[in-house]
């Protein structure tokens, strides 16, 4: 039996064991950490004398394929819900909800008639549906992104709109409002501070939408999301799959295919005939103690501008907007604090630039008690999460907290109950890095800029082996840095797995 080990067992990791295991490999996952799961975890704490669960890192599940959700095993024991309600977006000079309806005839009326949208709505939604289309194609396939491939399936066109192009040019190839060019474009800066003028960056805008466990619409785990990685651990070591944990990695020795490692005050050692990091793309440079890699490495854009405020409220929190339809208590909000893309671009710019600590951008708020009791778990304390843009990298949060209130302040307006906010806990990008050891706070380990989305979000020097780290014969990376990104999916895990699989039967 052939032997694998996986550096991480963050989603990717786990993603990447799992389908590994069941190819009759030998498969032995190491991490740091003296639990499983990387970011994907829960955090604890007592208010009110009584103790509370919730996300420390991510909070939502949506860029899972449905594919990796059933062939793992996840779905029989994963219970989920995801909102079907419209998302509701306010501006700063908005009083009501604009609703991003899920029907495209109706959003195209709703875009019109509130933000004087008179462009093509139901064109870009087509067109972006066929993009998608696209990209699952890809992930089903385990397929290298490349741009010849995306031709044949797309055509020139909308190759050159939607994966050449810049964010900027698409947004203004289909609507004609400021607004919805904001709403639309919002995730280009996702994870951190990419431009909208640069080419490359439209492609972010059907990628935030290509998972396909709620048909590409984003939702809530039972009890929380941090329940995907326990479960997967557990079903990996039904599978077979060795778990060393609380373990530092001394020397990789690539000549014999050999890891020394110390765990728990005692030195161990493993053979591999294939490597996987699931880690940060920086860990393996350090690990080789590859120069040339190390400083390949050091050219890349790390930089993360996302944080995230968890505020528990002692009753449900009543939201102004719910009143006309309870269902809206689950609906995702996003709060603008710019009216106009430039101002957008210069927010995030300004954040990336550091010219202030928090450049408001946009904060999306999950409902997560809401879900919560849609999925009948009852706690004793609701809880909504503010993910917000733009912050800088230098602070963490305790020397932040007007930052903090600044944020709490601009959703709060919309609830009927603010007194009853109890605590709230604020994550920074600095405090992401020093958690989770995310180079420089990005939560896709490494920013979705341009020049490091879908086909250049590689670090192989082999275009055929899209998961190979630079040139190493059987050494792969397979973290979020790698494609398509970030999140909680583990496609990234499941491609080079697969990849792997098929070079090995070739
Ligand atoms: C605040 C926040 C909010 C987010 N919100 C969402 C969300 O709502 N929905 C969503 O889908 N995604 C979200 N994300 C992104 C998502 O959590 C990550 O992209 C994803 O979890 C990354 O998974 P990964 O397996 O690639 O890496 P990680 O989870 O970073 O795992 C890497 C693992 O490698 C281990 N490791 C590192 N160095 C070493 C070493 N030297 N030796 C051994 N082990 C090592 C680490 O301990 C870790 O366990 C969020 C992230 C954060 C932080």
Redesign the pocket.
Known sequence: MKKIVI????????VASNYLAKEDYDVTV????SY?????IKDSLVIEDKGIDF?Y???????MPDFIFSETGLDKSIETFYPKTPKLVYFPDSKKSTKIFQSHNELEIELEKEWGEKGDTLGFRNDENKVIEFIQYLYKNAVSPSTDIAENFLGKNLTDLWIRGSAKDLLDHYFTSEKTKLYMGMTVIESGPASIYQPGTAFTIPLMDSGSVFDGY?GYVKNG?WKISENLTEINKSLGVNFCLS???ENIDTATGKISYTSNGSKNELNYDHLLF???PK?PG??LNNETVKSKNEKRNYLGS???VTAFFKNPVKWVESDSNPEYDTSFRFFFSTNTLEEFENASQNAANKIDDYCPGYIQV?AEGGAQRKMNNNEHLDKIIL?TKNLSFDKSAEKLNDVKEKIISRVVPHIKNPNDLVFSKF?TPKD?HET???PEGN???MTLDGNQNFDKRTFSSNSNSFYKYYNYDNIYYC???SFP??????T??YMCAKQLTRNEKQ
Do not use: E, Q, R
């Not at 499983?36 to 994907?40: F, L, P, R, Y």
């Not at 990104?485 to 583990?490: D, E, H, T």
């Open positions: 550096i991480g067992s963050g989603i990717n990791g786990l190491i991490d740091k950490n499983t799961g990387g970011a994907c996300a890192g991510p909070t939502v599940l949506g860029m984003w999301i373990s530092k990695i699931a880690t940060d860990v350090k690990l996302s944080g995230k999950y993910f994550l992401l989770f050891y995310f939560i896709d380990h973290g979020a840095g990104c970030g999140s909680v999916a583990g990234p895990g």
